[in-house]
């Protein structure tokens, strides 16, 4: 356990024994209370004599100041209880988030580092070899398509930085436009088979299907869903993408055949900064902020987005839409 970790730790452990002397001493206080209660009902009781007429109306009203007090002792203590607890547990989730969102964003620090280090330094050394060495025309040419495709990424990743603090904000004001989505989907893998000319990108993708929304949106959804279909799956394997016109929807897949998501992660990966817990995911590049505008954008243009298991493995990423 690092020191971080052994100083939190012991932070929540202090926090829960004064929150635990705070309730005893509210029990502390209900008991002392009743017992004076007590004692004060005995002595009333021990001022009346039975040869006094009023007696028995007197005996009556001690006994029932005392169940007043009693009532009145125990809806206090049960309301002080209810607030302490209350607050307790509200305090102890608001920490318990703060600490869980600064953890997320150191991560994603160290993350945006290294994906903005690794292009810079590739083109970087591109650009060097081509100015100190005389290269043949193909050699140029790859070292070239290489520092673009580095440059491409270093694009969008900036995008998603951007986009997601605008629209986080409410400062992104959206376009809308009637666009042949068919088209711009076509585009889209076409660019990656560009990109990763030895992966197997295989489309059905239905003609004409028009949306109205923000095209640059919608392209930046699909990039973002087909270049994590090819992250987080082996080299050789194969990529589908299908796009059906389903009457008054669409409907969008990306199937990979990958590690595949668990149950349990196929809600928090659209969280800001989530990434899944898997070896294979942890030690891919990636912000964490690719999914989170995948289904910000979605609902943005009254869609939904869903994922499933690929069988034998790997996971469906199916986007629903509607068409124009």
Same mark, same amino acid.
């Given at each position: 356990?690092?020191?971080?970790?052994?100083?939190?730790?012991?932070?929540?452990?202090?926090?829960?024994i004064?929150?635990?002397?705070?309730?005893?001493?509210?029990?502390?206080w209900?008991?002392?209370?009743? /017992?004076?209660?007590?004692?004060?009902t005995?002595?009333k009781? #021990?001022?009346?004599?039975?040869s006094?007429?009023?007696?028995?109306?007197?005996?009556? =009203?001690?006994?029932?100041a005392? %169940?007043?007090?009693?009532?009145?002792?125990?809806?206090?203590? =049960?309301?002080?209880?209810?607030?302490?607890?209350?607050?307790a547990?509200?305090?102890f989730?608001?920490?318990?988030? #703060?600490?869980k969102?600064?953890?997320?964003?150191?991560?994603f620090?160290?993350a945006?580092?290294h994906? &903005?280090?690794?292009?810079?330094?590739?083109?970087?050394?591109?650009?060097?070899?081509?100015?100190?060495?005389?290269?043949?025309?193909? #050699?140029q040419? !790859?070292?070239?398509?290489?520092?673009?495709?580095?440059?491409?990424?270093?694009?969008?990743?900036?995008?998603?930085?951007?986009?997601?603090? /605008?629209?986080?904000?409410?400062?992104?004001?959206m376009?809308s436009e009637?666009?042949?989505?068919?088209?711009?989907?076509?585009?889209c893998v076409k660019?990656? =088979?560009?990109?990763?000319?030895?992966?197997?990108?295989?489309?059905?993708?239905?003609?004409?299907?028009? &949306?109205?929304?923000d095209?640059f &949106?919608?392209?930046?959804?699909i990039?973002?869903?087909?270049?994590?279909?090819?992250?987080y799956?082996?080299?050789?394997?194969?990529?589908?993408?299908?796009? !059906?016109?389903?009457?008054?929807?669409?409907?969008?897949?990306i199937?990979?055949?990958?590690?595949?998501?668990?149950?349990?992660? !196929?809600? !928090?990966?659209?969280?800001?900064?989530?990434?899944?817990?898997?070896?294979?995911? /942890?030690?891919? %590049?990636?912000?964490?902020?690719?999914?989170?505008?995948?289904?910000?954008?979605i609902?943005?243009?009254k869609?939904?987005?869903?994922?499933?298991?690929?069988n034998?493995?790997?996971?469906i990423?199916?986007?629903?839409?509607?068409?124009?």
């Amino acid at each position: 356990m690092s020191y971080k970790s052994k100083k939190i730790t012991t932070i929540f452990i202090i926090y829960w024994i004064l929150l635990l002397y705070v309730i005893a001493a509210l029990v502390w206080w209900f008991v002392a209370l009743s /017992q004076q209660n007590e004692r004060m009902t005995t002595l009333k009781i #021990q001022e009346i004599t039975k040869s006094d007429t009023d007696y028995q109306r007197k005996y009556d =009203a001690i006994l029932s100041a005392k %169940k007043r007090k009693e009532a009145q002792y125990i809806g206090e203590g =049960a309301i002080f209880l209810l607030l302490i607890s209350a607050g307790a547990i509200f305090i102890f989730r608001a920490v318990k988030a #703060q600490l869980k969102t600064t953890e997320q964003q150191k991560n994603f620090m160290m993350a945006i580092t290294h994906e &903005l280090k690794t292009p810079i330094a590739i083109t970087k050394l591109n650009l060097e070899t081509l100015q100190k060495r005389k290269l043949e025309i193909s #050699q140029q040419e !790859k070292l070239i398509n290489n520092t673009l495709q580095e440059a491409n990424r270093m694009n969008a990743l900036c995008n998603n930085l951007l986009l997601s603090y /605008q629209m986080e904000s409410l400062a992104y004001q959206m376009t809308s436009e009637k666009f042949n989505f068919s088209e711009l989907l076509s585009l889209c893998v076409k660019d990656f =088979a560009e990109r990763f000319p030895l992966k197997k990108i295989s489309t059905s993708i239905d003609h004409n299907i028009f &949306l109205e929304g923000d095209s640059f &949106l919608l392209q930046m959804t699909i990039n973002n869903l087909i270049e994590n279909a090819i992250k987080y799956s082996p080299k050789e394997s194969p990529i589908f993408i299908s796009l !059906k016109n389903m009457k008054t929807t669409c409907s969008i897949e990306i199937q990979d055949q990958g590690n595949g998501i668990s149950d349990m992660d !196929k809600i !928090k990966v659209f969280e800001k900064f989530y990434r899944t817990g898997t070896t294979a995911t /942890q030690k891919s %590049k990636g912000t964490g902020l690719g999914l989170f505008l995948v289904k910000r954008i979605i609902l943005a243009h009254k869609g939904s987005v869903s994922i499933k298991d690929n069988n034998p493995q790997g996971s469906i990423f199916n986007i629903q839409l509607p068409i124009s």
